[in-house]
């Protein structure tokens, strides 16, 4: 049986986004169909919708401790604050393994870090995966790193 990390990448390789890649791994977990986790995490791709934000990795393993740790409940503070730590301490974790949770810094692209502007849009078109895709991306890497530290995290606060 393939672990999530080699489910990802495999996920990401089948053309998912980085989103879908992560969060489709743990659909089981999350009690969720395959179909509900493509659709729900399409648009975090890319750095959310290809802005270059917040990497998808990240994005993903948000959605899954949201899905692991969550409440339904508004007034529910105490579960947002836990959740909310949980979040942070992905964020400082992924951050200290690939030294950003930006998009456009892990792909070394030459942005303004949270810039929106339409002057530095690379456009809506994913590029084909090709590869020479893969060869310039760290995607695969950043994929396996977001799935081995929502493994550590879950095992250390017995969560999933």
Known sequence: MKSRREQAIENFKKGYNCTQAVVLAHADLLGISEEQAMILTQSFGGGMGRLR????????????????????EPRDLES??????????????????????ICSTLLGLDRNEGTVAKEYAEGSTPEPRTAEYYKKRPCTELIGDAC??????????NIG
Not at 80 to 101: D, M, P, T
Not at 148 to 157: G, T, V
């Open 148 to 157: 081995d530290i929502i493994a550590e995290c879950s095992a250390a606060k």
């Open 53 to 72: 934000q917040v990497c998808g990795t990240v994005s993903a393993m948000f959605f899954v401790a949201g899905a692991l740790t969550g409440s339904a």
């Open 80 to 101: 947002k604050k836990k959740n909310y730590a949980l979040v942070q301490e992905l964020a400082a974790e992924f951050e200290k393994r690939n030294g950003s949770i």
